[in-house]
C-alpha cells in the first residue's frame, strides 16, 4: 500500500522545488510622478535638488544600459526615501518597481557616494566664513569667539553579531554614539559616526581627528562649547558644575542659550530623516555610513 503523504507537505515540497520565475517589470520614475511639493513630502528634496545630488555621486553609483536598470537618478530616489520614511528596503524598492535587494544596493551605493563627498559639504569654518560663525554666535547670548557645539546623540541600531556589549545600553538598546559639531544656521561642522555606545563623548572627543585640529589650530580666543560631559581644554569651554558667583552663573546662562542649538539641530535632522529616528536594521558599518551620508544631505538641505 503506497504510503500517503499530507497535502500540506506535498504543496511544500511542490514548491520549494519550483524555481522562482525573474519578473522584468517598468520602473516608475517619481520625477514625472510628483510635482515639488510632492517630490519633498516623499523625499526632502525638491527635483532640481535631486538632480544636483545625482550629479554629485553618479560616479559612485553602478549603472548598466541593459533594459530595466534603474538609472542614478531613480537610485538616488529609492534611498532618499529610505532616509526620509526608515521603512522597509522592499517597500522602497516597490516605488519604482525593483527588488528588495535592488533597494539595498542602491541604499548602500548612495550612502557610499555621499560618504565620498563628505569633505565638500561639512569642515569646519575658515577665514571670513569662521568670522560670520562667531559673530553669529554671540548675537545669541553674547558669548565672544565660539567657532562650533559640540554634543553626541545616539541612533539605534539592531543587535550586532559582533562585540554586542559595547553597544547596549543599560534599556537594552543598542546604540551608536555620534559625535557632531554644527553652526548658527543648525549646519553641521564636523560627524563622527563609528563608536558604540559605550564609547564616552569626551573620550571620542581626545581621539579624533576634529578634537586635535581644533586644539593645534584654533587661535586665543577661540573655542567649541560642549556640555558637562567634556573636559575643559583650552579650546573646550564646558559649563561650570558648581557655580558660587555671579560671573559664573553669567557664564553657565549665557553658555546653555548659545548650546541649545546643537540639540535643536539634532531634532531637526532625525525628523528630516526618519530613519534615524527608529531602528535601523542593519550592520553598524552600513549604519555608520547612512549616518554620514544623512548628516550631508541634511547640510545640502539648508544650503
Known sequence: MAQMIPRFLAEEETSSSMARQRVFRDLNDPLDCYDDMELVRRFRFSRASISKITELIANYLNFTERSCAASPHLQVCVALQFFASGTFQIICGDGINVSQA????????????????????????????????????SEIAHFPGVVGLVNGTHIRIQRPWENEADYINRHFY????????????????????????????????????????????????????GDSGYMMRPHLLT????????????????????????????????????????????????????????????????Q
Not at 559625535?179 to 563608536?195: E, K, T, Y
Not at 581626545?206 to 589650530?217: A, F, L, P, Q
Not at 546653555?256 to 535632522?269: A, C, H, L, N, P
Open 174 to 225: 543598542h546604540l551608536i554614539n555620534v559625535h557632531a559639531i554644527c553652526q548658527p544656521d543648525g549646519m553641521f561642522s564636523d560627524v563622527l559616526a563609528r563608536f558604540p555606545w559605550s564609547v564616552h563623548d569626551s573620550r571620542i572627543w581626545k581621539i579624533s581627528g576634529v578634537g586635535m585640529h581644533v586644539e593645534n589650530t584654533f587661535s586665543i580666543g577661540e573655542h567649541i562649547l
Open 102 to 137: 535592488s533597494a539595498s544596493r542602491y541604499i548602500r551605493d548612495v550612502s557610499l557616494g555621499l560618504q565620498a563627498i563628505y569633505h565638500q559639504f561639512v569642515s569646519l569654518p575658515a577665514g571670513l566664513k569662521r568670522v560670520e560663525v562667531k559673530n553669529k554666535f
Open 239 to 302: 559649563p561650570y558644575r558648581q557655580p558660587i558667583s555671579t560671573p559664573q552663573f553669567n557664564y553657565n546662562y549665557a553658555h546653555k542659550r548659545t548650546r541649545v542649538i546643537v540639540e535643536q539641530t539634532f531634532g531637526r535632522w532625525k525628523r528630516r530623516f526618519h530613519c534615524l529616528h527608529g531602528e535601523l536594521r542593519m550592520s553598524p558599518d552600513k549604519v555608520c555610513s547612512i549616518i554620514v551620508a544623512c548628516a550631508v544631505l541634511h547640510n545640502i538641505a539648508i
